[in-house]
């Protein structure tokens, strides 16, 4: 392109490029590098808080500590490695992104933001990944919490008559007898009225009682106070294992609960900390910022 200009006038002339036109606003390289960055931190960060103990696998795992501070103290940790290890990708990848020819002040800000939120989206993107694939330790760790005390409690209160004909107990009634039946039938007889007290609230009828206390009574030789004694204390001790582990599943559950709160509060809050981190980085990049006290050549 020409232009006609007085004598002694100098005229810069600066056509856009085919390739500045068709250059892409987003920078994937920085941004793989900010994800990179991210993970690696946050996956030492949090092996380290789990190897002293701040996770949520236990909050019992230190013997004489109690168990609301060490969950506190593990939800700090990883409120504060999630933010801290987004805030350095979204720096990283601020600090590197190549700035366009075309961009503001103000639109290079924006950009370098939306490079630390698509840090953030793509580091979120493979720790979810990594928890389903049974990787990511805090993920399957709540995971497997869950499943192990709702696993218990099912066990107890509803699994325990899983794989038996529902109407076992009520045809065992039909054909009880006065005179002693066979041990292993009699076990396999107090298992199923113990599977069917655990369906409802816990309790054994009495004539259950009275019947169990017979069969004990005519299969082990004791006498008939000993073998009732001796039901009310198995049926104590069910009853006692049957709300630890009711109890167990709802600590399970709320922890479950509060974990996956935690989780949306502090991503949230690390987004807008990589979008600022990215902001800064850029920043920096444009002054060409140097840490000389930090890094230096040696």
Partial sequence: MSMDTSPGVAVVDKEVTRDQAEHSYVDWPAIFAGIVLAS?????????GSAIGLNFIDFN?????PAILIGIGAASWFLWVQISSFMA?????????????????DESDMRDGAHGLLVWGGAMIIGAILAVGGIGALGSAVGTTIATATTAASNVSEGAADGLDPNAYFI???????????????????????AQAALGDGTVPAEDRTYLANVVAANTGLPPAEAEARVDSVIANVEA?????????????????????LLAASSLVAAIGAYWAAQK??????????????????
């Fill in 61 to 65: 795992a230190r013997e004489g500590a």
């Fill in 40 to 48: 690696a931190i946050s996956l030492v960060l949090i092996s380290f």
């Fill in 281 to 298: 980085g850029g920043n920096h990049r444009d002054n060409n910022t140097v840490f000389a006290d930090v890094f230096r050549r040696f």
């Fill in 172 to 194: 065992d009634t039909l054909f009880r007898a006065d005179t002693p039946v066979d041990p292993g039938v009699a076990r396999d007889e107090a298992g199923r009225i113990f």
């Fill in 241 to 261: 294992a049957r709300q630890d582990a009711v109890e167990a599943a709802r600590i399970a559950r709320n922890t479950a609960i509060l974990a996956a709160f």
């Fill in 89 to 105: 990708g979204g720096y990283l990848t601020g600090r590197m992104r190549a700035r366009n020819f075309d961009a503001t002040e």
